[in-house]
Each structure stands twice: as C-alpha cells, then as structure tokens.
C-alpha cells in the first residue's frame, strides 16, 4: 500500500527552525518527484518545493528560498523540509506529494494527511 505520512510540524516562534518528515512506504522515494506544499487558512495550495527524480534537482518557491531546504534520504525512504527564519506567513498545514514524473511539475500521484506549522510568537 502506498503511503506518505507527514511529522515534524508544531508551534514555533518567529525566527525559529523546524524540520518536517516525509516517510513513505509502498514505494522508493527515489523513483518519484517529491514536492511539499502548503495551505493557509482561506487560502489555496501552492508549492513550496521540489526535487526531481533520481538526479536531482531541487526547486522553491520565491518567497522561500534561502530559508527552505529539501533533502531526501534514500536509507530512509524519507524526505525531509529544514525550514529556518520561519514567519507568520508561514503558517500552514504542510503536505508532501509524490509523481511519478521527473519534476512536479506533471502533477503528483500521491498525497499525505499534511502537518501544521504554526508560527506565532
């Protein structure tokens, strides 16, 4: 069965640092691109990273980047969001997708429940 199951979020303090996890099972994480997103309260999802298939390559959002970084551990069969100097308008619940595509940008195949950042002071 294949599955994503997201951990790692929780409250953090403007200026802070969080880790999220991506943990999959079912299938290597290495043969898939994988992209976190997030949603804001009445807001839509959007993208917030990327890294490709196999080789690979990674991709942010603007208003992340140089504050976000993706990294994924094949031993693991995880990927993970390193996340620093965090905002308010970080806040989110944060998912991580799966495609069975080079890139994210093809649309993703498969879905985690998501977890919450919120960061308030």
């Known amino acids: 069965q294949v599955q994503l199951v997201e951990s790692g979020g929780g409250l953090v303090r403007p200026g802070g640092s969080l880790r999220l996890s991506c943990a999959a099972s079912?299938?290597?994480?290495?043969?898939?691109?994988i992209g976190w997103y997030r949603q804001a309260p009445g807001k839509e999802r959007e993208g917030v990273a990327c890294?490709?298939?196999?080789?690979?390559?990674?991709y942010y959002q603007e208003t992340v980047r140089g504050r976000f970084t993706i990294i994924r551990d094949n031993a693991k069969n995880t990927v993970f969001l390193q996340m620093s100097s965090l905002k308010p308008e970080d806040t989110a619940v944060y998912y991580c997708a799966a495609a069975d595509h080079f890139s994210c940008q093809q649309g993703m195949d498969y879905w985690g429940r998501g977890t919450l950042v919120n960061v308030s002071s």
């Open positions: 079912g299938f290597p994480l290495d043969d898939y691109a």
């Open positions: 890294i490709t298939r196999h080789d690979p390559s990674t």
